[in-house]
């Protein structure tokens, strides 16, 4: 048996006939681009996190690039964020016009430390405009501290909700802390469409009105742009897909977390393996169930001689990646865990009997 570190054919094929219905619907609609699915999408995804405005567009990254453009933070200005994160939460601070300045991470949760933040924050820069918050893997970042910290700077607080739908911290979902989040519904995401796909979400009328003109070359009405803008549209098919989707949105986190626990009891002995770390009052939805583990390559190699997928997140963190050597930064933490870093089979369709494979299969490697 092949266990997989992720597959989203098994999401599709679990909603097959529901998700086949919706795309006949779309494609004998005659309509293809923004239209009742996306609108329809847009207030069930507000309306799940909780939030008065959601702006569908073309991936995760472009959200991010909607919100920095939004709140005009552009040429020459810097953005916080964290290097152990995916390239596009940088890509999309590159493409607003603006610079990344990176943040060392918690080593218990892997995403920004608030005290780190705080010694750049105090440096007074007036150029740092805004920090992204990441919440990596489906564990919410330190968001209560962070928005202390950045409130008391007066700087933007933006949140980069793209592993993390549904995560929350004292019930209050991620992607409500800051002034918007972007969210990504890249395949293998815990909301995942079939192609690209990507939305803002919001409480301010103001940004979500700016976003929806610059989404769509800056339109104002048809034809009339009132600002500049790029062209990321969320397309029907995927917006009716993301639909059926998201009804079964709460019942697939669950499964991760099930999941989750399973690898929790099997693993919890092992001295050489640190286990994901959930602090107290966060709600993690395991978009990855990532472990520190000591020799983790021939251990990956181990695994796949077994049949079983990991994966690494991420191989090299963002200020040593070639294109992103100008941003130096000195991150001990971020660069200490990085070679440890594994990413183990998670996703709703895997059988609880493979996450106890793969269990046995970490413990004989270990012995
Ligand atoms: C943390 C993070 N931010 C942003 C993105 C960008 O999303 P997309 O691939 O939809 O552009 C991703 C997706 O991989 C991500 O994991």
Known sequence: MIIP???????????????????????????????NEVDSFEQEFAAWNNVCHCISCGSGTDALELILRACGIGEGELVITVANTAVATVAAIERAGALPVFVDIDPETFTMCPVALEKLLVQ?????????????????ATINEI?????????????????????????????????????????????????????????????AEKMRAIRQYGWEQRYISSCAGINSRLDEIQAAILRVKLRYL???????????????????????????????GSNHVYHQYVILAENRDRLRKFLNAENIGTAVHYPIPIHKQPAYLQYAAELPVTEEVNGKLL?????????????????GAIKKFYS
């Open 250 to 280: 709460d019942e697939d986190n669950h499964k991760r977390i099930r999941l989750a626990q399973i690898y929790d009891s099997e693993l919890s002995s092992l001295s050489s393996i640190k286990l994901p770390k959930k602090y107290s």
């Open 343 to 359: 990413s183990l089979p998670i996703f709703p369709e895997l059988d609880e009997s493979a996450v106890r494979l793969v269990g």
């Open 5 to 35: 570190q992720c597959s989203p054919v098994s999401g599709y094929q679990a909603r097959k006939e529901e998700i086949d219905r919706a795309i006949a619907q779309v494609l004998n609609s005659g309509w293809y681009i923004l239209g």
């Open 124 to 140: 007074n820069n007036k150029k740092i405009k805004a920090v992204i918050a990441v919440h990596l893997f489906g564990h919410p």
């Open 147 to 207: 928005s202390i910290i950045t409130e008391k700077y007066g700087k933007i607080l933006i949140e980069d909700c793209a592993q993390a739908h549904g995560a929350a911290v004292d019930e209050k979902k991620v992607g409500t802390f800051g002034i918007a989040a972007g969210f990504s519904f890249y395949p293998t995401k815990n909301l995942g469409a079939l192609g690209d796909g990507g939305a803002v979400i919001t409480g301010s009328l103001e940004l």
